[in-house]
Nanobody, 115 residues
Framework: QVQLVESGGGLVQAGGSLRLSCVASGIILSINFMEWHRQAPGKQRELVALISPGGSTNYQNSVKGRFTISRDNGKNTIYLQMNSLKPEDTAVYYC?????????WGQGTQVTVSS
């Protein structure tokens, strides 16, 4: 059974940092596309960052230069390092694993940035 479990969210002041983690069980992260998404209240879920099996990364324009996605193959975990956080980054953050036509989601972790 595939499970993705996020952690690391919390309340932080604007300008602060958080690091989110997504640990996988039942599947190997490193051979799949991994993504971080977020959903703010009243808004659609949006892609924030992705990392390919080869290690290539891509980011939503609004987080470029502030967020970094990375992967630790030994721990079967991906991370999202978030720096210079802004109130508009407030959302529930989800990790997603894409495998062919199948995808898996974690339960989400809340990030709240106060002004």
């Amino acid at each position: 059974q595939v499970q993705l479990v996020e952690s690391g969210g919390g309340l932080v002041q604007a300008g602060g940092s958080l690091r989110l983690s997504c640990v996988a069980s039942g599947i190997i992260l490193s051979i799949n596309f991994m993504e971080w998404h977020r959903q703010a209240p009243g808004k659609q879920r949006e892609l924030v960052a992705l990392i390919s099996p080869g290690g290539s990364t891509n980011y939503q324009n609004s987080v470029k230069g502030r967020f970094t996605i990375s992967r630790d193959n030994g721990k079967n975990t991906i991370y999202l390092q978030m720096n210079s956080l802004k109130p508009e980054d407030t959302a529930v953050y989800y990790c997603r694993l894409r495998r062919g036509v199948t995808d898996y989601w974690g339960q989400g972790t809340q990030v709240t940035v106060s002004s």
